[in-house]
């Protein structure tokens, strides 16, 4: 009897490294929740965005700051939604790989575009160890990215 291909949920999940990735993914999310908690809480008091974008010295002006509130809300919802990939991946079911593709294209994105207000205005190098270490703890979503979207062709 000749073997069927496993789906693409089964072969995600027979992979470590995409497993620790997929974790790993969960625990930043959750990072990232309680972050823009604490910077919603922050904004609400003093008006200001600086936890998870530091401003320049010259500070954010009005269209920035709205424009992260809006991104804040758009992050939580993908939050919510890694969630719930991460709980589809660990229980193994089909929808897995539909819902990681989702939330990552998602993070990807956001990711991209949280960089254009940052390096116009010169937040990035007056927040250098800030913005660096933002970077340096999405790089493990961006491999992964690469796996689920290596795995979508695969299956082509």
Known sequence: MIEQDPSP????????????????????????????????????KSSSIALLAPP??????????????????????????SFIFVIKFVKGQNSTFIWGIIVLTVSMYSAIIYLFPVLISGALLENIFTYSLIGILF??????????????????
């Open 139 to 156: 790089l493990p979503v961006i491999l992964l990215y690469i796996l689920f979207m290596q795995n979508v062709l695969q299956e082509k």
């Open 9 to 44: 949920t089964r072969k995600l999940l027979q992979n470590k490294l995409i497993r620790n990735l997929v974790y790993y993914y969960g625990i930043l999310q959750a990072i990232h929740l309680a972050a823009l908690i604490i910077a919603s809480i922050q904004y609400l």
């Open 56 to 81: 320049s010295s010259q500070g954010w002006t009005q269209q920035a700051v709205n424009f992260f509130l809006t991104m804040g809300i758009v992050d939580a919802a993908n939050v919510i939604l």
